[in-house]
Every structure is written in structure tokens, then in C-alpha cells.
């Protein structure tokens, strides 16, 4: 896409077998424009040998880890949320000036509000035996919209979050659940 580019060259060449071909592809994701290696060193892994199935596939930690390296470096990790979606939600100050009272001493008047999240550091993707774990540092920066358009900044908060992801087959469709770990 605009925001990364991927590398999958052969490491090797392809190992032909009677039952089956082994490839060996490089998988690198790089900034868009940037193809510089990214900070992080590729560990080996194995497949178990499986012979039920007419395809394997298999993705290291290290193909994560450099598309959430590419991503952050692209910005895809910095999201507004403008005033038109959260006046669907029905978000403005009045509701965060109930969370928060020094909300209300800068706006009287509600006013709808406008969010911007941020990652503040390369969200880190850990993969475990049945799904695979996220943990993203961010910021979360929220304005009150004023009547000529003008946001004036209301509060920052940071945030860190932590997520364990499950994938599974289920009528034939790929299904994730999805758990706040904290």
C-alpha cells in the first residue's frame, strides 16, 4: 500500500522433496520509500511436520514486528476521530465534564469534541501458541470543537493497552476474539 512496502524474496533456494516443496521467503516489511533494515533481528523457526494438508503457512514474529515497525514510522498509528463521528456517538463535553470536572470549568456551553490517538512508541506483537498478543502505547488528545470550527485542546491522556488476539476457522470463514489483557 502507500504507507509499506514487502520484501519477499527467497532466502534459499526452494527444497523440493517427494511429498512436498519447502520456500523459504524473506518477509520484510519496510516503510514506504525506506527500505533500510528495520531494528530488529529475525529469529529461526520450524513448522511441525504435518502432512494432512496441501498448505502451510507461517509467519514469525519478525514479519510483525517489522509491519508494526513500518506502520508506526508511516503514521497509520495516529487517528482523528472528527466531530461528525462522535456527534454519532453522541460524544461532546458534557460528557467528559462528568468524567472529568475540570472539563467543565473551559466549556460552559457543551460543545462537541474531536479525538486524536496517537501511538507513542512501535506497537510490540508477541506471538504465543494459540493467538497472539499486542501492546500499543499511545496518547489520546481531546478538543472541544468551538462554534467557528476552532478546536481548543481540552485534556491529554496516555494510554497503554495490552491485547491478547485468538484466531480461529469457523464455517469455513477466519474468526478473531479478542481480550483486553489490561
Do not use: W
Not at 501511538?119 to 501458541?129: C, G, R
Request: proline share 7%; net charge negative.
Amino acid at each position: 500500500d502507500d504507507l509499506a512496502k514487502a520484501d519477499y524474496s527467497l532466502n534459499s533456494l526452494p527444497a523440493v522433496f517427494q511429498p512436498f516443496i519447502d520456500l523459504d521467503l524473506k518477509g520484510i516489511v519496510y516503510p514506504a520509500g525506506n527500505c533500510s533494515g528495520p531494528p530488529y533481528v529475525a529469529a529461526p523457526f520450524t513448522i511441525p511436520d504435518q502432512s494432512d494438508s496441501m498448505l502451510y503457512l507461517a509467519f514469525s514474529e519478525y514479519f510483525f514486528q517489522t509491519s508494526s515497525f513500518a506502520y508506526y514510522t508511516a503514521g497509520a498509528f495516529n487517528i482523528t476521530i472528527a466531530e461528525e463521528t462522535c456527534s454519532y456517538f453522541n460524544i461532546s463535553t458534557e460528557i467528559f465534564g462528568s468524567i472529568i470536572p475540570e472539563v467543565n470549568k473551559h466549556s460552559v456551553t457543551p460543545y462537541p469534541v474531536m479525538l486524536k490517538l496517537m501511538a507513542t512508541e512501535i506497537p510490540i506483537i508477541s506471538l504465543e501458541q494459540d493467538s497472539f498478543t499486542v501492546e500499543i502505547q499511545g496518547s489520546m488528545e481531546v478538543f472541544a470543537v468551538l462554534p467557528d470550527s476552532t478546536p481548543q485542546s481540552l485534556f491529554t491522556m496516555n494510554i497503554a493497552a495490552n491485547t491478547s488476539i485468538a484466531l480461529n476457522i469457523f464455517d469455513q470463514k477466519l474468526m478473531g476474539s479478542l481480550c483486553l489483557n489490561r
